[in-house]
């Protein structure tokens, strides 16, 4: 399952091994088409590449907080088949920095979430002020979904 590290100068991790080679991996994680299948709270492409490469604009939507948003991606580095860096931005929402990391492990390959989360909505109240206050702790939820469900893909006989 999944191994979890806590904060760490505002920066979250989440891991996971898979039994499958790094190129595998990647190949899976860069593939919009296959975003549905993996990426938790996804509910479409608007608009980008099928497969993410540096320097490319993504966007799609998210269901979050019992409703749809929009998910501003720009790819800032991709080293096939080991690394890529993301922008997110949900507007009036919150921005995050994330990097995925691909190792070779004995077993297979290590997969390695790391991420900054920072709110951007000062002026929320209420039910979405908390969830926004929370909101670390749904990214690192959807990042253990989507880590397990990639490794679910991956494994299947």
């Given at each position: 399952m999944?191994?979890?590290e806590?904060?760490s ?19 899976l ?21 099928a ?36 922008n997110?931005?949900?507007p ?17 390959s290590?997969?390695t979430?790391?991420?900054r ?14 969830r ?26």
């Open positions: 999944a191994e979890s806590g904060k100068e505002g920066k979250n991790r989440e891991s996971v091994i898979v039994a499958a080679e790094p190129e595998w991996v990647f190949d994680l860069v593939d919009t088409t296959r975003f549905a299948e993996f990426v938790w709270g996804y509910r479409g492409k608007e608009s980008g590449p497969t993410l490469v540096e320097g490319c604009e993504f966007t799609w939507s998210m269901g979050l907080f019992e409703n749809t948003f929009r998910v501003y991606t720009v790819v800032k580095k991709i080293e096939r088949p080991r690394l890529y860096r993301v997110l931005h949900v009036g929402l919150f921005r995050v920095d994330a990097e995925v990391g691909v190792t070779r492990e004995a077993s297979g290590l997969v979430v790391r991420w989360y920072e709110p951007v909505s000062f002026s929320a109240t209420g039910l979405r002020a908390r926004l206050v929370e909101g670390g702790r749904t990214v690192r939820e959807a990042v253990r979904w989507s880590l397990a469900s990639v490794k679910r893909i991956l494994e299947q006989p």
